[in-house]
């Protein structure tokens, strides 16, 4: 399976610290995606890097991607009480079809 | 654009009943996803459609599962018949060809099968 792994499960963080998630892939990608979920509701895309990227920025977000180690992460700079919720890295390959395939997220808690 | 609208919210039935989801996606995305989330599993990727054809249904469960896509506007996923274990909340997504901008999702339908 190609499913994203992120690490840490859940991590807990004082407001104005920065937070670093991180995802692990087995196979090769397209490209991979990072989501915000809040409680009760839907994912939200937050950003996309290409396999040909090593690096990309929006806003307080900074992803890495190392294709050759098959990881990612996700970087939230001087974190609000309002970034609480569960971070997904998603990697998306044309291999067997076009699917984007989810993994089983972070939990962080931002605390004011 | 009002987003990837689902219906309904919540969904509580009993089991052997028929259960019928419903999807619209972003006008223009020609890529349509159901997927299961549950705290078990995490996130399920069960179908997906492309210019409203279905390419992928590896992921559907079993015979019980079916989903349609009549046009570009409209999806369903049905359950006949549903079983406790189908509770999870099940959320439809759209993207534009080769997902270069991410999926939007729904707010998903939270399905309680008693």
């Known amino acids: 399976s190609q499913q994203g792994e992120e690490d840490p499960q859940a991590l807990s963080i004082q407001e104005g610290e920065n937070a670093t998630m991180n995802c692990s892939y087995k196979t090769s990608i397209n490209n991979l995606q990072w989501y915000r979920q809040n409680s009760g509701r839907g994912l939200v895309h937050l950003i996309l890097i290409r396999s040909n990227e090593r690096e990309k920025h929006s806003g307080r977000l900074r992803v890495t991607l190392d294709t050759s180690k098959k990881s990612s992460s996700l970087l939230i700079t001087a974190s609000r009480a309002a970034d609480t919720a569960s971070y997904f890295c998603?990697?998306?390959?044309?291999?067997?079809?076009?699917?984007?395939?989810f993994g089983a997220g972070t939990r962080l808690f931002v605390k004011a | 654009d009002a987003g990837v609208i689902q219906s309904p919210r919540h969904e509580v039935t009993e089991m052997g009943q028929e259960v019928t989801l419903r999807c619209k996606p972003i006008s223009g995305h020609d890529y349509l996803f159901w997927y299961r989330q549950t705290m078990m599993r995490g996130l399920e990727l069960l179908i997906y459609f492309n210019n409203n054809v279905p390419i992928d249904d590896s992921g559907m469960p079993e015979d019980r599962f079916s989903a349609k896509m009549p046009n570009a506007s409209f999806s369903t996923l049905k359950i006949q018949p549903s079983e406790p274990r189908d509770s999870a909340v099940y959320f439809c997504?759209?993207?534009?060809?080769?997902?270069?901008?991410?999926?939007?999702f729904g707010s998903g339908t939270r399905l309680t099968v008693v």
């Open positions: 998603a990697t998306a390959s044309n291999t067997g079809g076009f699917k984007t395939i």
């Open positions: 997504a759209s993207s534009s060809a080769q997902g270069a901008t991410g999926y939007t």
